[in-house]
Every structure is written in structure tokens, then in C-alpha cells.
């Protein structure tokens, strides 16, 4: 039986890859009959998916977000509000504490910005989510790449990338200081018979004082079941990978194949270790899709009429608002290689790999967004395509969908069973905190993590 | 004559152990240790919600109160506002299990930028069909300042200046950046939002510039039920411009109707009627079905009140505790030092002085007794002081809920004071003003509705995209 168990692949770990608005990476697909995107105002869209997904085994729901508008295409906004191209957007973090009183097991992982929110008042919040989902609380770190964004928060505009993340750096410090060095462990006694709610020589301030930010403290908040929250990040950029290496436990990657994959995992692997932790310290999450078929010529022809709902225009208004290079103007039969914008080689270079035989067009790349991270079969050859990424290093899977709630439905129903029997997918939950399900050791980061060294750093320091 | 008026009922919450009622957290069956569960939450609003209760407001604070003693150690102690937890994030939960009961949740205007909050509200209020208020604050703790990077305190003045534009910047994204018809939907047409009916706001001010658009669509509030806490002069101007809905207090009734006339004056200086501002003040009621019940209860609770934490919450900038009671108050203190909550009163020694602390009967609107005697003590706050409603001060929880639903509720309802049950499909400021689900056109708010004082367009009405697009114009690439 030990032999048997052993030849079994490690589960793949499973996020739904989904934000709080109508149109997030597949877009056009909204104006399917069964799809419900557009039902994301309603609280009750969100308790049936949470629902689902703990069916399923999913570890957690993953909500990505953006606070301002993509930059510029063909001269204005006007796509990104014809296609709900993440516009109109919700506040993906105020969904936590439904979904954890909905569900028992799933994490919740959402985005936040350093941009929008003062660090003592953004890890209050996240301590106060954990506790009400008993440790369930990832936070995706990121920087911001929008201009609109910036003005909307007093900025005049993007901040200079490796100054996003010198920002990033001092906010995540504050964060830490609040969560892991603030209140000892034992510093709650709640003693009614004494009269003592809690300790006060193991509550402390954290007195930071940094370039951007000034933080008395104590934290407000005693200590939730996993401190720091499970920290997410997707930065693919030099800056972004060094960050990731040093602070993340999970990267999203969106690589475009296989060799990049292993090549991504690996390089951020390494730098992790050259910062003092384990390579094995970070899971690492490809974004993909599938669409599954009971035969693979079914599988196709869904993927094909699937393909006739996609907004081509809405798929290149995205990235070229993401990288703030307008494409609207150009012709989309332009091979990608006349392209003579600034900097437009290295964004959409990736492109030729995809389309060996002939010059790879801006239409090409349009098409490739949608349906190039995708898998398009029967659950076995699915299951088949999943364990090629994870022996390309891959831990887990940032799941998008095509639409809500079917791809999740169909995906739970279907994909879901075959992968578990394969040993894939987990069949059952782990007891404990996210942390603890996703690395096996425990509640808390490990000691080796940056964080660590503000645990006990602030005895001396009184509230 | 006239219908009588119909109480507003909110329980006075705060996602803390030790809110106002110090030292009671140690009360046999108490829940309130239960704060950080999920399920503390859930459960009280469906209890609310089964007593026909309006809201639960919900207070806040973002710092300790660290001036008595000179440190926290007594607020630790007693539990007193920390730990405490975001108030916000426990909203959506409660939303989940109810389907009426209101939220008013408290939040700052001083530290943190206006846009994030915006959407943060927006986002409560589309989740919770509109049942959303926002407790308006302008935080008076000196640690609070010093956790968002100020050396101390904002002067009380400056500090209602910002929240007067932080309000300018809210009403132009809620009320001005989308309008109603904007989101069509057009499966067939591709087209989800006209962009033409959606616009940023450009604001620049003194405190902040955030260019907009507003990123959720219109909720059914569009701006949330506006209530603040204030007896202030400063607080007075403030409210009769926005505020809805007037949390306020005071040592006498008498202080309270002043207070009461000054912001209906303001209200009418601002433009508005002075009905469009309702008053809600702090009330404690213990209820039992006898007299002695009643009173049995209210001994408990006194038993176990602690002076220590009431005299740590009003900051006082000295220790009476330490003092002979004969001790003329002048001689040790001055206005300033009696803490945030009281008048000095220089005849006072200070054994009188301390002799109010910890007393949970001593507030102007306390009712303790049969269900009678409270519901017609109830009767005479709102017909006799003038004010519309009550946040619930809650001396355990849920019992404070619990009798109040079990014995007064019922009484209030035979005399008219409360409705026998919901309006199946009313938002919160339907319920309280009985005039539709969004601000009246005389508020302030309102002059910013189809894009009305807004500089920019976000997509060009002619066909030239290139130059009357402001949103591009401004754009500083």
C-alpha cells in the first residue's frame, strides 16, 4: 500500500481565478446564455460559486483587482466599458467574510495595491478577515501598473517601476511588523475572574519609521490563526521576481508554455534561496483554462464555438491598456514585427514562439490571450496536460474561467473526479489554516521567512 | 392629529470585547469574548432581524486610548476598544443571513484617501441591496494619528475641513460619475456600459485629487445612509450640510435639545428642510418582567462595572483615583483634563467628579424596569426630548438584544412605536424617511447628478475622438 501511495503524483493545488466585475481575462464571453457574470453585484453569485468550489475540493478562490482604469485604447476608455472590461469593479476583499461563513475549508485569496489603502489600516483588515475565516486569507501583493489608478490616488501618475517596489518593500515591512511583532503570543488571556482581557507587557508598538511611512501601532487586532496572511504575489518583472523571492509563498505565473514555466520556476526558486529560504518555501500557480469534453472531437468543437464569443478587440484593448501601448490604430493583420512602439518587442515578442510558420500578427495576439493557457479535451487528457505542468515545476493551478458559474460547475463535475482519482487533485481537505493545507507545517510562516525576524523584536516597547 | 412617531432602533455595536459598557464583558453567558468569530456576527443579526430591529451601528476606532495613566495598559487591561477589529468586513456575513436589518458602519475621513473607500462602500451596498449607512467620523485618538504618519492630533477644525471635501469627493463619484441608465447589458450589440453616460470627476481640491471615474455602477443607495456623531460647533455645520442621520449625546436632555435645534437650523442654512435630519442618541434600557427582575439585573451588571475602564475611555490627562475625594477639582485639573466627554466644573471636588464613572445608570436616556415603565419612558424620548431613535446600549450581549426583542419590542409595537414587520423590499433610507431609495434632491449631494459640475466627459459625444476627450486630455503621458 506504501508503494502504491508513493507512486502517486503530489495533488496539484486549485484556485478559481476570478475578480469582482463582468469581463476579467476572457472577454466578450459575458453575452453567453448560462453565463452570470454580470450577476457580480449580488452577494449571492459569489455564495453559490464559494459553494461549488468547496465541492469541488478547490484550496481557494483567487480575486484579482484593479483600482483605476486600463490606459488608453484607440485614443479613449471607451472599450473597457463597452466589453465591462473590469469596469464597473467591486471591492473583491468585503466578499471574504461571506464566503468564509458560507464555506469551512476554502481559502480566499484577494488582491490589493499598496496604492489604495494606509498599511496600518490594510492589516488591520486582513487580521480581522482571518479571524473571521479562521486563517483562510491569502493577499496577492501588488504594485500598479495604471495610470488612471495612480490619479485616482492623488498620484500624477504610474510610479517609476523599481520605486513600486521599493514602496511595496516598506508597506509589506509595516504589515509584518503589525502581524508577527505586535502582540505576543500569549498576550490574549481574556481571565474573567481577574478582571484581565490582556496582557499589556506583551502588547507593543512597532514605532516604524520609514521613507514613505510613520507607524506608531500596536496593531489593533490580536494575533488571527495565521499572523501574516498567505502572501501571493505576480510580479514577472526583474523587480517583481526578487520581491516574489524574498516575501511570497505562492507566484501566479502566466507563463506561455512549458519550457518558460520550468525556466520561471526555477530562476524564482534560486533567488528565493539566495534570500535565505527554501526554494520548496513557494508554490507556484500557472493560470490556465480548460474545456472539457466527454470525447476530445466534443471537447473541440466546444473550445470552437466558445472561440466564435471571444471579443478579439476587448482581448488586445487589454493587454494594450495593461502596458500602456495603444494597438487600437494599428491594423490587426500588422505583423508584430513592424511594431516599432518603445518597448513593444519585449511585451509581445513571446508572440513568434506561438506562431513559428509565418509573422505573427497583433490578431494573433489577440487570439493567443484567450485561448493559448488553455486545455482543450476530455478530463483524461486534461488530467494528462495538468501533470505536464506540474513536472515542468508547476505546484498549482490559478483556474480561469470562460464563464461563471459553468466553467466551475462543469470543471467540479467533470475534471474535478478524474483528476482526484488520479491523485491530481485533492479528494479531501486538510484540517487547519491555508498556510497549514497548502505546506503542511503549521500556522505560521516559517522562521526563515523575513517576517519572522519581528517576532519578540518589539518587547521593549510597550503600548 | 398627527401618527405618532415611529422609533428608529439600532443596537450600538462595536467588533471589540469592551465597547461602552466596561468591565460587563465578564458577565456570566456574555458572548462578547466572541468577537473575532464569524459567527458572533451572524448570529446577532439574525437575532436583530427576527426583533425588527432597524440597524446595528457599528462604532470604531483606529488607535488606543493611551492618555489615562499616560499608556494603554489600562485599555489592555479592560479589553477597552483593543483589541478591535475592522467593522467593515463583518458586514457582508451579517448580509448574508438577513435580508432587512440595516448596517451603519463607522470609518474615518481623516486618514485615508477618499477613492478606495468610495468603492468600498459602493460594494457593501450593491452586496447588501441597499442597507448600507456610513457612520461618519473624524477620529480623535492621538495614537491614531500617530499610525497614519502624523505627529498628533489634527485640529478639530481642519479636522472637519477635510471631511467636508472628502464628502465632495465621495458625492462626485457616487451621485455624478455613472448614470442610472448607464449599464445596458446588450448581449446582442456587445455593448455592456454606455461610456458615454459614465464620466470621470477630476477633482482637485485642497486635501486630494482623484481623477475618477467611480469603478462600481450605480447601487440602489447610491450614497449610503449618511450619519455622524457630533455635538460640536464645527460638528453642527457639518451635519446640518450631509448628515442624515445624527448620532448625538450629552450630559442633560436639555443639552440634547439644543444640540437637536442647532443642527435642524443648520440643515435648514444648508438648504434642507429641517425634517431631513433625524436624531438617534445613546440609550440603556434594562427591562425585566417584574420590577424586580429589572432590577436584579441592573445590580449584576453594576457589580461587575469597572470605573477603571470608563475613566480610561475619557482620557482623562489625570488619575483621580489616587486623589482625596475632598480634593477641590480646580486645584488638580482643567478643561482639558476632565477628558473628552464631560464639562469641567470647577465646584466639583473630586470625589463627585469620579462619583459618575462607572455608573451605567447615568446617561440622560436610562429606562430600568418593567416593560411598561421603559416603553413609556421610550415614548417620552421621542415625544418630549425630540429625538427619533436609539442605539441600544448593550450590557450583555445577546441579552441586551434578546430582552429588549422579548419584552419591549411587543409593547412598542401595541402603541404604534414600532411596525409589526418589514417592508419586504425597502432599502435603508426608505425605511427611515419614507421617501425612495436615494438622497433628496435638496442635499448637497444631489447637485452632482448627470454629470452636473463635473468638468469631464469620459467618452466625446462628436465624432472626433481625438479632441474633446478630457479624459485623454488629462491624461499627462
Known sequence: ?463 | MTAKKRLILNLFEMNCVSHITHGLWRLPGNNRERFNDIEYWTELARLLEYGGFDAVFIADVIGTYDVFRGSAETSVREGLQIPNNDPSLVVPAMAAVTRHLGFGITFSTTYEPPFAWARRLSTLDHLTKGRVGWNIVTSYLPNAARNFGLDGELDHGKRYEIADEYLDVLYKLWEGSWDDDAIIADREHNVFADPAKIRPIFHEGTYFKVEGPHLPSPSRQRTPVLFSATASGDGTKFAGKHTEVVFTGGPTTGFLQRTIAGIRQAAVEAGRRPDDVKFITQAGVIVGKTESEALAKRAAYERLSSRDGYLAHAGLTFDPTGLPPETRLVDVADEFSVGRRRAFDPAQTVGEFLSGFGDITRQPLFACGTPDVVADAIEGWLDEVGIDGINLTQYHSYDTARDFIELVVPVLRARGRLRTEYDPDESLRDRIFGAGDRLPDRHYAARYRGGAFLPGRLSPSSPDPGSSNDFKGRDPR
Open chain 1, 1 to 463: 500500500m506504501s508503494a502504491a501511495s508513493s507512486a502517486r503524483p503530489r495533488p496539484l493545488h486549485f484556485a478559481a481565478f476570478v475578480m469582482n466585475t463582468t469581463g476579467h481575462i476572457i472577454q466578450g464571453t459575458w453575452r453567453r446564455p448560462a453565463a452570470r457574470q454580470t450577476d457580480f453585484n449580488d452577494l449571492e453569485h459569489w455564495v453559490r460559486l464559494a459553494k461549488t468550489l468547496e465541492r469541488g475540493k478547490f484550496d481557494a478562490v483567487f480575486f484579482a483587482d484593479v483600482v483605476g482604469l486600463y490606459a488608453p485604447y484607440r485614443g479613449d476608455e471607451r472599450k473597457y466599458f463597452e466589453a465591462g472590461l473590469q469596469v464597473p469593479s467591486n471591492d473583491p476583499s468585503v466578499l471574504a467574510s461571506a464566503i468564509a461563513y458560507v464555506t469551512e475549508h476554502l481559502g480566499i485569496a484577494f488582491t490589493a495595491s499598496v496604492l489604495q489603502e494606509h498599511p496600518f489600516n490594510f492589516a488591520r483588515r486582513v487580521s480581522t478577515l482571518d479571524h473571521a475565516s479562521k486563517g483562510r486569507i491569502a493577499w496577492n501583493i501588488v504594485t500598479n501598473y495604471l495610470p488612471n489608478a495612480s490619479r485616482n490616488f492623488g498620484l500624477e501618475g504610474l510610479t517609476r517601476h523599481d520605486e513600486r517596489y521599493e514602496w511595496a518593500d516598506e508597506y509589506v515591512d509595516v504589515s509584518y511588523k503589525l502581524w508577527e511583532g505586535s502582540w505576543e503570543e500569549d498576550a490574549l488571556l481574556q481571565d474573567r475572574a481577574a478582571g484581565v482581557h490582556a496582557d499589556f507587557d506583551k502588547v507593543h508598538k512597532i514605532n516604524h519609521e520609514g521613507p514613505r511611512y510613520k507607524v506608531e501601532g500596536p496593531h489593533l487586532v490580536s494575533p488571527s490563526p495565521q499572523r501574516t496572511p498567505l502572501l501571493f504575489q505576480a510580479g514577472a518583472s526583474e523587480a517583481g521576481r526578487t520581491f516574489a523571492a524574498k516575501n511570497a509563498e505562492a507566484v501566479f505565473i502566466q507563463s506561455p508554455n512549458l519550457a518558460a514555466a520550468a525556466r520561471d520556476t526555477a530562476d524564482i526558486r534560486l533567488r528565493a534561496a539566495r534570500h535565505g529560504r527554501s526554494g520548496s518555501d513557494i508554490k507556484f500557480f500557472q493560470g490556465l483554462y480548460v474545456v472539457p469534453g466527454s470525447t476530445e472531437a466534443e471537447a473541440k468543437q466546444k473550445a470552437a464555438e466558445l472561440d466564435e464569443w471571444i471579443d478579439y478587440d476587448a482581448q488586445l484593448s487589454h493587454i494594450s491598456g495593461a502596458i500602456g501601448i495603444d494597438f487600437g490604430h494599428e491594423d490587426l493583420d500588422t505583423p508584430v514585427g513592424e511594431l516599432k512602439t518603445e518597448g513593444v518587442q519585449s511585451v509581445v515578442g513571446w508572440i513568434k514562439d506561438l506562431v513559428p510558420d509565418r509573422p505573427a500578427t497583433l490578431r494573433d495576439v489577440a487570439h493567443y490571450t484567450a485561448t493559448n493557457s488553455r486545455i482543450v479535451g476530455t478530463p483524461e487528457q486534461i488530467a494528462d496536460g495538468l501533470a505536464r505542468w506540474q513536472a515542468a515545476g508547476v505546484d498549482g493551478i490559478n483556474l480561469v474561467n470562460a464563464e461563471i458559474p459553468g466553467s466551475y460547475e462543469e470543471f467540479v463535475d467533470h475534471v474535478a473526479p478524474v483528476l482526484q482519482r488520479r491523485g491530481l487533485m485533492q479528494a479531501e481537505y486538510a484540517a487547519g489554516t491555508l498556510r497549514h493545507k497548502l505546506f503542511g507545517r503549521g500556522d505560521r510562516l516559517p522562521d526563515r521567512h523575513p517576517a519572522a525576524r519581528y517576532r519578540g523584536a518589539f518587547a521593549p516597547q510597550r503600548a
